[in-house]
């Protein structure tokens, strides 16, 4: 259960279900997930956290499966359950396999080892990767 509950629509004050509509609008549904009903409880950051979350996933130089992909292995990182399901679903809508799924997650796992190992060892950092520009 949700720390301080959820906000269902018919609850909701016309402030959340502005944003509430801006959600089912652009994400072309007809229902709220239980993220955005716990954020309601704070309608400021109810609509700061749509916004920006609008913004980054919007059309960009990252197509959505890698965006979602992205937020996917943050998440598994993290070990947000609700996250790790939530991106999952929005993935495999947006086109990711099963195999795909597999091995992100041993990219993710992978990336975590060597993380720790890198930082356990204090690794210093090679000059040529210091001079990398874009």
Not at 2 to 27: H, K, N
Not at 99 to 115: C, S
Request: net charge negative; with cysteine; charged share 25%.
């Amino acid at each position: 259960m949700a720390t301080l509950g959820l906000i269902e629509y018919a609850d909701a004050s016309p402030e959340v279900r502005a944003v509430y509509d801006d959600i089912m609008a652009t994400r072309q549904t007809d229902w709220i997930n239980n993220f955005w009903k716990a954020l309601a409880r704070d309608p400021v950051t109810l609509r700061r956290t749509w916004e920006s979350i609008k913004e980054i996933m919007a059309p960009g130089a990252l197509d959505a499966l890698t965006k979602e992909m992205v937020y996917l292995a943050v998440s598994a990182t993290n070990q947000c359950p609700y996250c790790i399901a939530s991106h999952t679903a929005s993935a495999r809508k947006a086109g990711m396999s099963g195999e795909m799924f597999a091995e992100l997650m041993a990219v993710v796992g992978m990336a975590n080892e060597t993380n720790r190992l890198s930082s356990g060892y204090r690794v210093e950092i090679d000059d040529r990767f210091k001079e990398v520009t874009l």
